[in-house]
């Protein structure tokens, strides 16, 4: 359940991104996964392909980098970096 709740409140950040930018689509995110997360690289991936679909997000790249710090507030979770978008209008 944890990893849903970060999923879910990661994409409502990107879409509000998206959705001040007037964009028509993301076509990148950049995060940083905090060593606690539970999430590697390749697991976060998956769970953002699920979190996005049918969302303006979907398809977007991901680069997604571990942060090895045991201690802050971002070791549990998941801290977005940069939102790239489209706007094909």
Known sequence: MHERALMDDLVRKVLAVAEAEGASSVSRIRVRLG??????????????????????????????????????????GVVLESVEVRDES
């Open 35 to 76: 060593a606690l997360s539970h999430f590697t690289p390749e697991h976060f991936v998956e769970h953002w392909v699920d979190a996005s679909r049918g969302t303006l997000a979907e398809g977007a790249a991901v680069d997604a980098a571990m942060d090895e710090r045991l201690d802050g507030e971002a070791a549990q």
